[in-house]
């Protein structure tokens, strides 16, 4: 079992408290595997972005948060985030301040650590539970 002599281990506050859900990728596209955290509340939380260094010589480089420049457009919490390709992480869903959902999707772009535009989600419910839809805006 991989896990038996494994440990878990502490890692630093993040530069922003992220009480609400944060959405989170961990992607092995650069030099170190990072953790990215997208989301997770109201404020500066709503809409902001950190990521860690994991890996490499921890007594060399300690690891710290590094808060990204790059808004969200929506400020969300309760939100998701799925790598779509090497170089992309797509974050969707979630909630605003007034806990109304939220349909709008954003990708992020690993290389350049900006957000663009993505297809908008339409949300239904039917019989078997949730549905989610990509949809173009038109």
């Given at each position: 079992n991989?896990?038996?002599n494994s440990q878990w281990?502490?890692?630093?506050?993040?530069?922003?408290?992220r009480e609400l859900s944060p959405g989170a990728v961990v992607s092995e596209s650069g030099a170190l595997p990072r953790i990215f955290v997208f989301g997770g509340g109201y404020g500066d939380a709503g809409d902001s972005c950190e990521?860690?260094?994991?890996?490499?010589?921890q007594q060399a480089t300690p690891q710290r948060w590094t808060l990204i420049e790059a808004k969200m457009k929506a400020p969300r919490s309760r939100t998701t985030a799925a790598q779509l390709n090497v170089n992309t992480v797509v974050v969707c869903g979630g909630r605003d301040e007034d806990d109304q959902e939220i349909a709008r999707c954003e990708a992020f772009d690993l290389v350049t650590l900006t957000f663009s535009d993505f297809p908008d989600l339409i949300i239904n419910w039917n019989l078997t539970g949730w549905e989610l839809t990509a949809c173009r805006s038109i």
């Open positions: 991989k896990c038996e281990e502490y890692l630093p506050c993040m530069t922003t408290a990521f860690l260094d994991v890996g490499g010589d």
